[in-house]
């Protein structure tokens, strides 16, 4: 049983999703669905150990010994990210029902849920797979469901935001599948392991160049890189409240991983280094996510939109550690992978906790919660101060890591870029507080608390907010081996 | 000359490529759109399919007196992506029947309109 728990990380939310439209509708639903995504992080969890104390993880699919047959293959790197998706998908699954059942119709729900578990297994078949074709496979589950989450958001222009993504993301999916099948072509093979052994000997010819060049903008366009960005804003502010929650703490993490993964295991090295300036070409892109998203995140009025601009800002930071390099910069990504993931987390839950109550986001139906709702807006206080990265929270964790890898190489600008695109981050976040706290409610209707259920949710995630910025030891350490064994890896 | 020829399959995928490549972005009509993508993603299955054969090869099938066989691997690749393929023109042809019953029009330029509107 437990030598199989590769291939189960993935079947048991692909089989949970037909399972769950048997089940029907409303809370039978939603119970299973929460039963099985807690399931999925307990195997994530099981896999991460055994990762971290016995080493990689190799599975054959059906038996068929791996180049031939399909393999899983769990290393650190993937393992660490299995966790982060599994558990974000648990606990935003936590506030689910609560969260929905104003925002989706009853017949709906049973439904919703579907497509959640769908892209559960889409995304986790991402990164437990060693086999390049699968990557496409899982890739497209997992963006079709999340195309169908999107448009079941509250009003028309979800509809809309979900045609534009799903046109943009097939073009991204499209781009990796003519990458995938340049690159065998040349080599004859899909397995990752395998492709790493035969792509030096073909590095100089411009197919497998052209392959690179193909997958790395499919998966930018995936990741919502600047300036590839422009469906995910109004993706993730149409969508349903606690859609928007799970994707941003999980579906660009695995475009990011998919990005570390044909760029340090898959690729040879020389490339990111001779042929084009791609680890330069990686800052500069970073440093312009961070400030185009930061500026407009400024100006809006829909606080949600603000902060899915600000998603882009932060996967900036995470390209900028990805062009810093070496092990100091992958380990800077990696931490800021899993924090980001708490932060966005904790603001977007606090956000669907007051559309809940309040039904809208805006900066000014939010005027004056803060007295009306003092758990969710201190919650949203707390994601908001992991965001800026002030010290005893987990985002101050990831900017210091960032910060020390780009002055341990020298990079002193961009020391200064990446600290001053904080203070932005602290204008987007102030103007939000100040509405909570310090402005008069536009009108004096009672208000509750939000749910129960998502307060738990809000809070698990505040509480990993504060824990993991004072006890670093666990992504730290995780993040530090997964980096160097990617770095060594390297031919 | 002869590399224009001899590679003929690839500059039918190249052009297949652009000219749904550009549908996509140059049509306001969704459903025109969608089928751009089809014209683009039905480029990349005749990539995968002709990189299978073989000069000089037959089918894939065991038989005395033949030796050299055409890759079939690429063809069944190609079946997984065309179901995708047909997966994504379904679930966003759905999504045009939505966009019209919300919108009352299926053009980019009067749906961006009404949403600036109201």
Redesign the interface.
Known sequence: MLSHLPILQVILPLLGAPACLILGRGKLAWLFALLVSALSFCIAAILLTTVYNHGVISYALGGWQAPWGIEYRIDLLNAWLLVIVSASSTVSLLAAQSSISTEISLDKQGLFYVAWLLCLAGLLGILATGDAFNVFVFLEVSSLSTYTLISLGPNRKSLWAAFRYLIMGTIGATFILIGIGLMYIMTGTLNMQDLAQRLPPASESSTVFAAYAFILVGISLKLALFPLHLWLPNAYSQAPSIVTTFLAASATKVALYLLIRFTYTIFPSEFSQLVIPLADIFVALGVLSVFSASIVAIYQEEIKRAIAYSSIAQIGYMVIGLGIGGVLGLQATLIHVFNHALMKATLFMALAAIAARVGATTLTSMQGLGRKMPWTSFGFVVGGLSLIGVPLTAGFISKWYLVSAAALTGRWPLVFLILLGSLLAIVYIWRVVEALYFKPAADNSPVKEAPFAMLLALWLLVLGNVYFGIDTRLPVSISSEAATALVEGRP | MTLLLSHYNYWIVVALMMIG?FI?IAQGN?VK?LVG?NI??TS?FI??IS?GKVTGGSAPILQDGITIYSNPL?HV?IL??IV?GI??TA??LA??I??KK??GTIEESE?QQR?HTC
């Open positions: 490549f996509v969704l759109k993508l683009f993603q990349v990539l995968y990189s690429p690749l997984t992506a995708v997966a994504t679930l966003g999504l045009v939505r966009i919300a919108y749906i949403d």
